[in-house]
């Protein structure tokens, strides 16, 4: 039927099976298809051109990745403390740029240990210690990374003055958000913040927002080929354990026929009894009035020894910064059936002595991370965000009985006394709706 060739409609010759009441509904419905997929104009301009009206047909394909803009920028100040507290600040920059609708700058991390040496600091761009197009790509449609060859108008910026002190609370922060995120600050191709380190910023996001950032956080190819080769090493050396034990018991000699070649789990003890943590967490005890946050070599130690899910015998490696450690006998005293091994004595000294703090770092965080078990202490930023990575890989194996013994990649903290005067089981409370146990220590652990 052709729509053009209908006789005109009179009332008396309306019938739900006329030619005119179906012309009639022909009609009806183009009008309707045209008002829903083509855009409302309102006349044309002083060029000529026709004006759009309706909002709703901005080519947003162009412009945003599913709802995250790539033409409006924020940018965050240089991103300073140890490796975990600038991850925890990337993240925290990266969920401020989310509620505005904003892409982050990629940002400046530090290379070196932060403590009051600002001028000494040495900044490294985030490409060169995690993989950009990686992280886009697994934080599609969640949050996105760009760079300033993106932007257009190198002038266009608006200053997000950070508030500090007391009286700047979280609500006030929140709100402060929520007014950049509207005009006139919208217009701006970018808002850069200006103030404290984004580590120091109100947190205002749940635990699992934190996470899902964290799993887009991918090590280039070049630092995580170290951490494989550490975890190799650690390996070899349970293994070679391991065959002797079975050769032993078989009554064969090292080079019998029998020789069954076993994988050893290696334990992972975050050993923080360096000079600069010993200070700082005495500081912390008497402030917090809490006992439970310092410990020291000997009772880490008899702690990890009485962990009686272990099956011994077992590699331990030891996680500590070395050129922060005073005490050296830190492989002696440990139980029968426990393997201490730390850098130089595993044979890899020399892989982290030619890499800044942050680098060294990043190894130690990826070898602690793979361990068959983890001991750290709760009030450790690193430790900390090892047990959240641990307890979403459990979560995403389906593992929902989350404190029981006989789970996979077990964590414990060393200084909570737990079952039989061992270290206490550690899991992260994902639904917490902030990071505030982490980002500063907390003593409960959830088990």
């Known amino acids: 039927m052709n729509l053009w060739n209908c006789k005109v409609w009179k009332p008396s010759h309306f019938s739900l099976n006329s030619l005119a009441f179906k012309c009639l509904a022909l009609v009806v419905l183009a009008l309707v298809l045209r008002a829903v997929l083509l855009p409302t104009f309102s006349g044309v301009d002083v060029k000529g051109k026709l004006v759009v009206s309706d909002i709703n047909v901005q080519p947003l394909e162009k412009n945003s990745d599913y709802g995250i803009r790539r033409n409006k920028f924020l940018e965050v100040p240089q991103i300073v403390w140890g490796l975990n507290n600038q991850k925890i600040a990337f993240a925290r920059a990266c969920l401020t740029a989310r509620m505005l609708n904003r892409t982050l700058l990629m940002p400046s991390l530090s290379a070196s240990l932060f403590y009051k040496e600002i001028d000494q600091l040495q900044p490294i761009s985030f490409d060169k210690v995690f993989q950009f197009k990686k992280f886009n790509s697994l934080c599609n449609g969640f949050v996105r990374l760009g760079r300033y060859s993106e932007l257009l108008n190198q002038t266009d910026v608006q200053e997000l003055q950070k508030g500090s002190g007391r009286k700047w609370t979280s609500v006030r922060d929140f709100e402060q958000l929520k007014e950049f995120s509207s005009d006139p600050y919208d217009q701006y191709e970018v808002v850069r913040v200006v103030g404290k380190n984004p580590f120091l910023w109100h947190d205002h996001w749940p635990v699992k927002d934190y996470a899902r950032i964290f799993e887009c956080l991918v090590l280039v190819d070049e630092f995580a080929r170290e951490a494989d080769r550490v975890v190799s090493r650690i390996r070899a050396a349970g293994k070679e354990v391991s065959d002797k034990q079975v050769l032993v018991e078989q009554g064969e000699g090292v080079n019998g ?105 990043a190894i130690d965080y990826e070898v602690c991370l793979r361990a068959d078990v983890f001991v750290g202490n709760s009030f450790s930023t690193f430790s900390s965000l090892i047990v959240l990575e641990r307890t979403q890989k459990m979560m995403h194996s389906g593992v929902l009985s989350s404190c029981s013994n006989n789970i996979r990649w077990p964590s414990y903290a060393y200084n909570i006394m737990g079952d039989f005067n061992g270290p206490r089981k550690w899991l992260t409370n994902m639904s917490d709706t902030s990071l505030q146990a982490i980002s500063y220590g907390s003593n409960h652990v959830t088990c």
């Not at 020291?296 to 070395?322: Q, W």
């Open 257 to 361: 026929e029998n020789s069954k070649l076993q994988v050893m789990p290696y334990m992972a003890v975050h050993m923080r009894i360096e000079k600069d943590w010993m200070i700082h967490c005495k500081n912390l005890e008497q402030r917090s009035n809490i006992t439970e946050i310092c410990s020291s070599k000997e009772e880490i130690i008899e702690r990890v020894g009485s962990i009686k899910e272990l099956n011994k015998p077992t590699i331990v490696y030891l996680a500590v910064a070395d050129s922060l450690l005073e005490d050296k006998t830190i492989l002696s005293g440990w139980q029968e059936g426990l393997l201490p091994l730390e850098k130089k004595k595993l044979g890899v000294g020399h892989v982290y002595d030619k890499y800044p703090y942050l680098i060294k770092s």
